[in-house]
């Protein structure tokens, strides 16, 4: 199975991004409705980061407290997809984002809890 992160870019502070994650390969939907999604970012210089996850069915979600209230994670697993809004960026959330699916049905916060992984999406947050 495969993770295509999508939809980075350049946007200023205050501004608004939608992140995607699509899933393909041999069973792209199995693969994405029976698991947690999760979002992590690697700022430059900086460790990777947990930043929000949401469970299997999308009736639970986890957050970083730095992105709590700003950013919204979704899923909808009829399009093996999954969805990162980012709303009032910061310069300080630039970074790569990531999606990945988690090794069992919750919103896990820890990178050990994922197997596969996307190859990433850069954000870039100007002041």
């Known amino acids: 199975v495969q993770l295509q992160a999508s939809g980075g870019g350049l946007v200023q502070a205050g501004g608004s991004l939608r992140l995607s994650c699509a899933a393909s390969?041999?069973?792209?939907?199995?693969?994405?409705?029976?698991?947690?999604i999760g979002w992590f970012r690697r700022a430059p210089g900086s460790e990777r980061e947990f930043v929000a996850a949401?469970?299997?069915?999308?009736?639970?979600?986890s957050y970083a407290d730095s992105v709590k209230g700003r950013f919204t994670i979704s899923r909808d697993n009829a399009k093996n997809t999954v969805y990162l809004e980012m709303d009032s960026l910061k310069p300080e959330d630039t970074a790569v984002y990531f999606c990945?699916?988690?090794?069992?049905?919750?919103?896990?916060?820890?990178?050990?809890?994922?197997?596969?992984w996307g190859q990433g999406t850069l954000v870039t947050v100007s002041s």
């Open positions: 390969g041999r069973t792209p939907g199995r693969t994405l409705s029976n698991n947690g």
């Open positions: 949401i469970n299997w069915r999308g009736s639970s979600t």
């Open positions: 990945a699916v988690a090794l069992g049905p919750g919103a896990a916060t820890m990178a050990d809890n994922y197997r596969y």
